[in-house]
Structures are given as structure tokens and as C-alpha cells.
């Protein structure tokens, strides 16, 4: 079984410009979801995509983007980068609609953003 | 809405000694509760999760947490910790989609 793999695992990136993160889900997995975890914080929800499509957003702005592919794999696209992006991105897999709502998530190892 | 608070952002205990790590919830519906570990440079692992079958529940590594209602707790515990304990706890409760996590504890072993 092969679980959530993100790529790259860090960059650095200059204020004001525009970053793409990529993420494969876990075989079986149909939900990707991305988190931002600032240094010392615990992970806060970015949002959700179900079948290519956005189903939950959390307090991020508009800048924050993402795609969702026909095998599940996810882009989290973000405009106009500030200083305060600099965080650890996670994304997250798990099945979709129909399973229990106590199934985990299944996280990668993340990337590293750092902006400068 | 949901939400977890972790008590104490830091907790050092001597390898050998019992782990005990807080966690309250604030659920207007029966929660699903969440205890992931997040060792340096890696994303998060699942210990365990609370299924209502039972409140307590036994996870990966020889850790544990009880569900207690009346008290809205969901605290971790290990009776004998290792060296290699250490790392970054959250308890996380799930949302309408998303999992909400508290601000984590960070632990240490003394040896």
C-alpha cells in the first residue's frame, strides 16, 4: 500500500511570488485535504477536495488554491506569497463519502515552505 | 462547533516513567477523537482514535487514552516511557470536514 507522498519536501520562495505544491493520496483514497503548520502551532484545515471538486474551506484566503486530478493526486497553488506563509504543508488522504466519519486521516511528510 | 484544548505545552518525564498528555474536547455532538504523533521533519502519524465501542482505547507504541464524558477528556497515557517517545502529540476532534487539532504537546524523556 502506498501512502501520501508530497513533493518537493522544502523550498524557498521570495515574497510576492507564487508557489505550487503537489501531493499524491494514498492508494484507495479518494479526499485530499491540505494543512498549514506554522512553526510551534498545530495544523489549521486550508481545504478539501472530493472528486475534483472543493467541498470544505477553512479561514484562508482566496490566494490559497487548489486542484484536485482524475487519480486523486492534489495541487495546493498560493498567489502573492507573504511572509507568514512560511509553514509546514500537509496534505492529507482519506476515503470519501459513505465511510465512517471516525476514519483518520493519512498524512505525508509535508513541505517545508520557507519565504524570504 | 468541535474543539480540542491541550493542556500544557510541554511535559518532560525520566524513560521509565508514566506519559500522561491532556486532551478536552468541546463537541455539541458525539466526537471523534483523534491522538497523532508528529516526530522532527515528518508529517503526522495516527496513534489512535475513539470509536464509541469503548471508551478506552489502545493505540500503536503502548499508548492509550480514555474517553470520559463527563469530564469532555480524551488524555493519553503510557505507563513506561522510551527515549524514543519523543516527539510532537496532538489530539485532533473531527469537524463537518475537516480534523480540528489542538496546539500539541511536545515531549521529552529524560534519561
Known sequence: ETGVTQSPTHLIKTRGQQVTLRCSS?????TVSWYQQALGQGPQFIFQYYREEENGRGNFPPRFSGLQFPNYSSELNVNALELDD????????SQGQG?????????????????? | AQS???LGSHVSVSEGA???LRCNYSSSVPPYLFWYVQYPNQGLQLLLKYTSAATLVKG???FEAEFKKSE???????????????AEYFCAV?????MRFGAGTRLTVKP
Do not use: W
Not at chain 2, 469532555?72 to 519523543?86: I, Q, R, W
Open chain 1, 26 to 30: 494514498q492508494s484507495g483514497h479518494n
Open chain 1, 86 to 93: 512560511s509553514a509546514l504543508y500537509l496534505c492529507a488522504s
Open chain 1, 99 to 116: 465511510v465512517p466519519r471516525n476514519s483518520p486521516l493519512h498524512f505525508g511528510n509535508g513541505t517545508r515552505l520557507t519565504v524570504t
Open chain 2, 4 to 6: 480540542v484544548t491541550q
Open chain 2, 18 to 20: 508514566l506519559v500522561l
Open chain 2, 60 to 62: 500503536i507504541n503502548g
Open chain 2, 72 to 86: 469532555t477528556s480524551f488524555h493519553l497515557t503510557k505507563p513506561s516511557a522510551h527515549m524514543s517517545d519523543a
Open chain 2, 94 to 98: 473531527r469537524g463537518r470536514e475537516d
